[in-house]
C-alpha cells in the first residue's frame, strides 16, 4: 500500500495525517502549540516548539498507523501562511520568536507605507492590502527592532521563512530553503504577475534578498528528509501550500467560479479564477492559488480573522462552554439570539472592512440575555463574516454562488452549517473527510510522486458527507442580515 503523510501545521496545533491511496485518513497525531501574548494584540510562537511539535508527531503518527517509513511515498507541508520566522543560517536558531499572522503589532508601519507612493504600487504587483496580517511588515519589525539582525542578514547570515520553509529547512538538516508560489504570494514582497522578490518593494522596506527563500512550484520535489528524521529513510518533500490554498485543491475547487470555506482559527473564503488574475474592487485580495509544472492559478480571497477563535474565547475567557462541541447544542437551545450581536473583532476585522484598529464588540444585551443567545450570537458572527465575504467575491468575479464547499473544524457544527445555509440563501456542501487543508497538501505531494495520476484523479476520491440547503424565508434572512450590518457600522464607528 502507498501513503502519503501531510504536516499540517496550523496556528493553534502542530498535526501530522497519513493518507491513503482512496484519499482516507490512516491516522493523525496532534499537538498543541503555546500561544504567547507579549501585549495586547501580539500573538507570538516559538519556532522551535513549532518544529519539537511537528516532529513529535511524525513519529507518533507512524507509530499509530503501525506502517513502516519504507511505504511513505511523499511528504506534503500545509501551513499557517504569514507567521514569520527568522533564523540564523549557520546555527539554525531563531533569532525571536515567531510573530504570527494574527499579530498587529506592525500596524504603525503599515500606516506609513499606506501614507506613501508604495500603497498602489503594492496591491497592484503583489495583489494584497497593506496589512500588518502579511509577512513583510514583520520581517522589517524584526530587523528593525532585534539587536544585530538587520546587520546579520545584511552579512547573509540570516534567513527568512513562513512556516513551511522553516518546517523544510529542519526536515533537510539545512540543506534546503525553499517555499511555493502560494506562500511566497502571502508575504507582500512576491511579484505574483511577473512571478518573483519584488526588489521596488524590498527596498523601499530595507529587505535584503538574500534572506528570502527559493520559490518553487507547490506540486514537485523540494529536497528529501535527512537522515536523521526517518531512522535512515530518505523521503521526497513533494508537496507545499499554504493551507488556504491546500484546502482549495483539497475541495477539487480546480475550475474557474469555484468557492470553498474553511472554518477554522480563521475564517478564509477562496475562489479559483483560473489562470487570470482578478483584482477587488470591494476589499478582498489576489492571491495566487497553486502553481504546478509554473503554471499558476489564481483566487480571490476574503480573509476573516476571527472564526474558530470566538468559541475559543466562549470556552477559555467566558467559561461559558466546557469544549466547543457543545456550543452548537446550546445554541440550539434558544430560538433566536434574542436581538443579540456580537462582532468578534478582536484583532480588527480583515476583508471586506479592514479596519486594524476597531475591537470586538457585542450588541442588543437586555435583562432577558442568557448563556444560550450569547452563544449562538458567536455562532452566527461567523456565518454572517462569510456572508459579507461572499457578497464582496460574487460582486468582483461575476460569478453568482450556487453552492459552498466547507470544511475545517467548525465545519463539523450542525447547528452553524444550517444557519450558514440559510443565511447565504444556497446549499452548503460537507465532505467526509473534513481534514482538507491536510488533504490538498498529500494530493499536491501525491501528483508529484505518482500516487495520484492528475486531478481527475483527484476529483474521484473527494466524498460528500452531508449538504445542508437553506429553510429561512427571505425576510427573516434580509433582517437578521440588517441587524449584523447595523452592528458592525457601530463597531467601525466605535459606537457600542
Not at 418 to 440: C, H, K, Y
Amino acid at each position: 500500500m502507498e501513503y502519503i503523510l501531510a504536516l499540517d501545521q496550523g496556528t493553534t496545533s502542530s498535526r501530522s495525517i497519513i493518507f491513503d491511496k482512496n484519499g482516507d485518513v490512516v491516522s493523525i497525531s496532534r499537538k498543541e502549540l503555546t500561544q504567547i501574548y507579549p501585549k495586547p494584540g501580539w500573538v507570538e510562537q516559538n519556532p522551535e516548539e513549532i518544529w519539537e511539535t511537528q516532529l513529535s508527531t511524525i513519529w507518533q503518527v507512524i507509530a499509530k498507523s503501525q506502517i513502516s517509513p519504507r511505504d511513505i511515498k511523499g511528504i506534503g507541508i500545509t501551513n499557517q501562511r504569514e507567521t514569520t520566522v527568522l533564523w540564523d543560517k549557520h546555527t539554525g536558531k531563531p533569532i525571536a520568536n515567531a510573530i504570527v499572522w494574527q499579530c498587529r503589532r506592525t500596524a504603525e508601519i503599515c500606516e506609513e507605507i499606506r501614507n506613501s507612493n508604495l500603497k498602489d504600487y503594492i496591491y497592484e504587483n503583489t495583489g494584497l492590502m497593506v496589512d500588518a496580517y502579511f509577512s513583510a511588515s514583520k520581517i522589517k519589525w524584526l530587523l528593525d527592532e532585534i539587536p544585530k539582525a538587520r546587520e546579520k542578514a545584511e552579512k547573509g547570515d540570516l534567513l527568512f521563512g513562513t512556516i513551511d520553509s522553516w518546517l523544510i529547512w529542519n526536515l533537510t538538516n539545512g540543506e534546503i530553503h525553499a517555499t511555493d508560489f502560494s506562500n511566497a504570494s502571502r508575504t507582500m514582497l512576491y511579484n505574483i504577475k511577473e512571478l518573483c522578490w519584488d526588489s521596488k518593494i524590498l527596498d523601499a522596506l530595507d529587505i535584503p534578498d538574500t534572506i528570502l527563500p527559493e520559490v518553487k512550484p507547490s506540486s514537485g520535489l523540494f529536497g528529501h528528509t535527512a537522515d536523521s528524521v526517518f531512522d535512515g529513510r530518505e523521503i521526497p518533500i513533494a508537496g507545499v501550500v499554504g493551507d488556504q490554498q491546500a484546502a482549495l485543491f483539497g475541495q477539487a475547487c480546480f475550475d474557474k467560479g469555484m468557492v470553498k470555506n474553511t472554518y477554522g482559527t480563521g475564517c478564509f473564503m477562496l475562489m479559483n479564477t483560473g489562470d487570470k488574475l482578478v483584482r477587488s474592487h470591494n476589499g478582498l485580495i489576489s492571491t495566487i492559488a497553486w502553481g504546478i509544472e509554473n503554471k499558476i492559478q489564481y483566487a480571490l480571497e476574503g480573509s476573516i480573522f476571527v472564526a474558530g477563535a470566538v468559541v475559543q474565547w466562549l470556552r477559555d475567557e467566558l467559561n461559558l462552554i466546557d469544549t466547543a462541541e457543545e456550543s452548537g447544542k446550546l445554541a440550539c437551545s434558544v430560538s433566536d439570539t434574542g436581538g443579540v450581536y456580537i462582532v468578534p473583532a478582536f484583532v480588527g476585522l480583515g476583508a471586506p472592512y479592514w479596519d486594524m484598529g476597531c475591537r470586538g464588540s457585542i450588541h442588543g444585551l437586555t435583562r432577558g440575555t442568557g448563556r444560550a443567545h450569547i452563544i449562538r450570537a458567536a455562532l452566527e458572527s461567523i456565518a454572517y463574516q462569510t456572508k459579507d465575504v461572499l457578497e464582496a467575491m460574487e460582486s468582483d468575479s461575476g460569478f453568482r454562488l450556487k453552492s459552498l464547499k466547507v470544511d475545517g473544524g467548525a465545519a463539523g457544527n450542525d447547528f452553524m452549517m444550517q444557519f450558514q445555509s440559510d443565511i447565504l440563501n444556497v446549499s452548503v456542501e460537507r465532505p467526509m473527510v473534513l481534514e482538507t487543508t491536510a488533504l490538498g497538501a498529500a494530493f499536491m505531494a501525491g501528483m508529484a510522486v505518482g500516487v495520484w495520476v492528475n486531478q481527475g484523479d483527484i476529483i474521484s476520491k473527494r466524498k460528500t458527507e452531508k449538504i445542508f440547503s437553506p429553510q429561512m424565508t427571505d425576510d427573516e434572512r434580509k433582517r437578521l442580515y440588517s441587524g449584523w450590518k447595523d452592528a458592525v457600522k457601530r463597531t467601525l464607528k466605535g459606537d457600542v
